[in-house]
């Protein structure tokens, strides 16, 4: 597979209750620390989003946008509002999918409609793709990025407004296909990604990446590399370091453990096999490479718990 799937595989990506969010008339709700990732898009009417600590964002219909710093936000109609605990008002609600706020004060005024939902990660993988990413990532919805999540968005408006059967298995996988098309509209974009989410942008380093997580049991070397991408050894271990953030070797390194890693994880196989299957001729040159990416033995790994998570599941 190519890097972003193998990658997306790895973490384990669910989504977590998505719901459909209409509100009329002057709102504003503050919802507080949610783990890994919310995304949402507007599909009618406006509103600010405001993260702790950042700058409010104007929102319209057809934007979408990606949460994932973790802060307390909140969404309203106006910034001068008081904002109400967004969490009481969906627990509250009678249908928490497809949640109603507030009265209109005129009959023409236009509702703004949120849907939006939660992506979970394997806590213990998580960071490979939170810290190449910003707290908070809003794509326009009059870009050339945009117009990829117009079917899915139409799709989860009907199946949030109408809850057709099936309704659920269809939301969750439209909420993670939603989450895909924006990290690929993300990509697109012309800002700075740092780490190997945005050297995937860049010809050569996204080759030699996509190289390394297709043969990543091959005995590369920096020159053999190199030379697959059409570069000098010298300039292609400056660029990949300067766009991933680790030499080649020690990013190989750490993709193999990680996904050793998670094989341990999932089943009940040897140390050993697991070793084999990811290239190492030892267990215990193996064991000495596992231990210096991950701080512990692979048994030890296997049976450890999760972290827990940071913060209960949030709704909005």
């Not at 977590?16 to 919310?38: C, P």
């Not at 059409?230 to 750490?254: C, E, I, N, Q, W």
Request: hydrophobic share 45%; proline share 7%.
């Amino acid at each position: 597979m190519d890097p972003l799937s193998d990658v997306l595989t790895l973490l384990n990506v669910r989504s977590a209750l998505s719901s459909r969010f209409e509100a009329a008339g002057r709102w504003a709700l503050r919802f507080r620390s949610y783990r890994h990732i919310k995304i949402g898009a507007i599909t009618s009417g406006a509103c600010w989003l405001t993260i702790d600590g950042m700058p409010a964002l104007r929102l319209a219909a057809g934007d979408c946008y990606l949460l994932t710093g973790g802060r307390p936000y909140e969404v309203a109609s106006d910034l001068d509002i008081e904002a109400e605990d967004g969490h009481a008002v969906y627990l509250d609600a009678p249908n928490i999918r497809n949640v109603r706020y507030g009265t209109t004060a005129r009959d023409d005024a236009e509702p703004t409609v949120i849907i939006g939902g939660s992506i979970t990660l394997d806590d213990m993988t998580a960071t490979l793709l939170l810290d190449c990413l910003p707290p908070a990532v809003r794509i326009p919805a009059d870009s050339e990025q945009a117009r990829t999540l117009r079917p899915v968005l139409g799709m989860l408006t009907h199946e949030t407004a109408a809850e057709p059967l099936g309704a659920t298995v269809m939301i969750e996988h439209l909420t993670q296909i939603m989450f895909v098309q924006a990290l690929r509209a993300h990509l697109a974009g012309e800002e700075r990604i740092p780490g190997w989410l945005g050297a995937l942008n860049d010809p050569r380093i996204g080759s030699a990446l996509t190289l390394m997580h297709q043969q990543a049991t091959r005995r590369w070397t920096v020159a053999g590399l190199a030379a697959e991408v059409d570069m000098s050894r010298s300039s292609f271990a400056l660029r990949f370091k300067t766009l991933v953030g680790l030499p080649p070797l020690d990013y190989l390194l750490h993709w193999r453990i990680r996904s050793a890693a998670e094989a341990l994880r999932a089943g009940d196989r040897t140390v050993a096999s697991v070793a084999t299957e990811w290239g190492y001729a030892s267990e215990s040159a193996f064991s000495n490479a596992f231990k210096r990416v991950t701080g512990q033995p692979p048994a030890r790994y296997r049976t450890a718990k999760p972290p827990p998570p940071a913060a209960p599941p949030v709704y909005e």
